[in-house]
T-cell receptor, first 112, second 115 residues
Framework: KAGVTQTPRYLIKTRGQQVTLSCSPISGHRSVSWYQQTPGQGLQFLFEYFSETQRNKGNFPGRFSGRQFSNSRSEMNVSTLELGDSALYLC???????????FGSGTRLTVV | AQSVTQPDIHITVSEGASLELRCNYSYGATPYLFWYVQSPGQGLQLLLKYFSGDTLVQGIKGFEAEFKRSQSSFNLRKPSVHWSDAAEYFCAANAGGTSYGKLTFGQGTILTVHP
């Protein structure tokens, strides 16, 4: 059974650009959550999607957005990148969103 | 505010020694509780979870955790540590209900294992 797949693994972007990260959940999982991990702030919740609908959102600016497709795959987008957006972005999938989360290996984003 | 606290930033143990990593939570009601492990540059692997019932939870890799409501704690234990257990460990909680997908994490505890 394939795990949670995140692409790409590494990204380098320039300040002011935008970026799109992708997450394919475990087959049958309909809930996808996104997290940002930085040394200073730790792991912080970005948002959660279920059946193409955002059900929860963390305390991040509007530059951070996401969406989910009918096959449960999800993307997150960060516009107008700032140096502080450099982080490991993790995606997690779950059957319905509260019981057990499986994480992907993450996308390491570096903003220069 | 809901929070999870891991009091120990860094713990060092000798291989073969026992291990206990501490976790305290602050929630209005008992949340769902999780322990994850992360190796450098990798994602998070679920070790175990507690939803209700038996307060001693068994997980993978020989880990167990004990839920203590009176102390708002969910400490992770292992009787004999192996060098491969060196990693960062995160305690996390979810409030249930409509808190879909929203895990609140502790700051993590880095485990170093000496041979």
């Amino acid at each position: 059974k394939a795990g949670v797949t995140q692409t790409p693994r590494y990204l380098i972007k320039t300040r002011g650009q935008q970026v799109t990260l992708s997450c394919s959940p475990i087959s049958g999982h309909r809930s996808v959550s996104w997290y940002q991990q930085t040394p200073g702030q730790g792991l912080q919740f970005l948002f959660e999607y279920f059946s193409e609908t955002q059900r929860n959102k963390g305390n991040f600016p509007g530059r951070f957005s996401g969406r989910q497709f009918s096959n449960s795959r999800s993307e997150m987008n960060v516009s107008t990148l700032e140096l502080g957006d450099s982080a490991l972005y993790l995606c997690a999938s779950s059957l319905e969103g509260n019981h057990g989360y499986t994480f992907g290996s993450g996308t390491r984003l570096t903003v220069v | 505010a809901q929070s999870v606290t891991q009091p120990d930033i860094h713990i060092t143990v000798s291989e073969g020694a026992s291990l206990e990593l501490r976790c305290n939570y602050s929630y209005g009601a008992t949340p769902y509780l999780f322990w994850y492990v992360q190796s450098p540059g990798q994602g998070l692997q679920l070790l175990l979870k507690y939803f209700s019932g038996d307060t001693l939870v068994q997980g993978i890799k020989g880990f167990e955790a004990e839920f203590k409501r009176s102390q708002s704690s969910f400490n992770l234990r292992k009787p004999s540590v192996h060098w491969s257990d060196a990693a960062e460990y995160f305690c996390a909680a979810n409030a249930g209900g409509t808190s879909y997908g929203k895990l609140t994490f502790g700051q993590g505890t880095i485990l170093t294992v000496h041979p």
